[in-house]
């Protein structure tokens, strides 16, 4: 087995794209778990009312039990919602339920509105001394406060991209949409890292969407596709990632060698968050 290298730092990375279906979740959890399982400690936060995450994490996450909701309107802190996965000892989440879909409108009007999660990890994260590698944040299909508030709370963004046909359009939407929250909102923030999913290699489309992101973003596309597979899709409904799940196919496979790159890449994308601070 290879050994994966830590970060020297928490690393902390919001899966973004306002698109739905893209692979967010499916990339976060999946992720997380081979990042887990290669022995990194890894804390994935839930910000989709959907709570898709928690439910491939293995979770309970039914409306009314505590979740991310009540940690962003200030009732309870990280430490009490947290959950152990149960595949893997390293891995622990902050479940979602439905009720945080009425978060965006409750919040609209406080002025620390977006800064909510940001303060109760901080919060968290200073009165546990638990160390975690990497914190993911899995974000919801909009551009709303709730991503709002992980683009916050992130210094890190990764984008997955499907390869399909329409794949970049959105993706200067959603690249203005982070270099707005840059300006305004949160100057530590950079896209570290492009992931390209559903791919199809007998496709002469999924090899086009590739070498274009590759053309545009050639030093944070990682090399790893994820392939297109009917064990990452069935995996949720058992409660398991495909790391668990079918550890040694096609998708478990990928994943894990995706989670390798973003490993290997963690210097570089804390010398590009510490690049941010120059200009101070
Ligand atoms: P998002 O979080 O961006 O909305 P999901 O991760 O939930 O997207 O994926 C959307 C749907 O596609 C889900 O049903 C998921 O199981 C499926 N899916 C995601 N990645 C793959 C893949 N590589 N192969 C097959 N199905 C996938
Ligand atoms: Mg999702």
Do not use: W
Not at 42 to 50: F, K, S, T, Y
Not at 268 to 280: F, G, S
Request: charged share 20%; proline share 5%.
């Amino acid at each position: 087995e290879t050994v994966f290298p830590q970060p020297s730092r928490t690393r902390f990375i919001a899966v973004a794209n306002q698109k739905g279906g893209v692979g967010k979740t499916t990339s976060t959890v999946n992720i997380a778990a081979a990042l887990a399982k290669a022995g990194s400690r890894v804390l994935v936060i839930d910000m989709d009312p959907q709570g898709n995450a928690s439910t491939a994490l293995g979770v309970p996450h039914g409306s009314g039990q505590p979740s991310v909701y009540d940690v962003i309107e200030g009732r309870k802190g990280i430490a009490e919602i947290k959950l152990p996965c149960p595949d893997f000892e390293t891995l622990e989440v902050v479940p979602s339920s439905i009720d945080l879909s009425g978060a965006e409108l409750e919040l609209a009007d406080l002025p620390n509105r977006n800064y909510l999660l940001r303060s109760a990890l901080h919060a968290f994260l200073t009165e546990s001394d638990l160390h975690y590698d990497y914190v993911f944040f899995d974000c919801a299909p909009s551009l709303g406060l709730l991503v709002l508030n992980a683009l916050c709370a992130a210094r890190e963004v990764l984008i997955p991209i499907q390869a399909e046909y329409y794949a970049l359009e959105g993706l200067g939407q959603l690249i203005h949409t982070i270099g707005l929250a840059q300006s305004t909102l949160n100057r530590h923030l950079v896209i570290s890292t492009i992931l390209v999913t559903m791919y199809d290699r007998r496709t002469l489309l999924s090899k086009e969407v590739y070498d274009e992101v590759h053309e545009h973003y050639p030093s944070i596309v990682l090399e790893t596709t994820i392939p297109r597979s009917v064990r990452i899709s069935e995996a949720p409904s058992f409660g398991q990632t495909v790391i668990a799940y079918d550890p040694h196919g096609a998708g478990a496979v990928a994943y894990r060698e995706a989670a390798l790159e973003i490993a290997q890449h963690s210097e570089q994308a804390l010398q590009l968050i510490d690049d941010t601070r120059k200009n101070e």
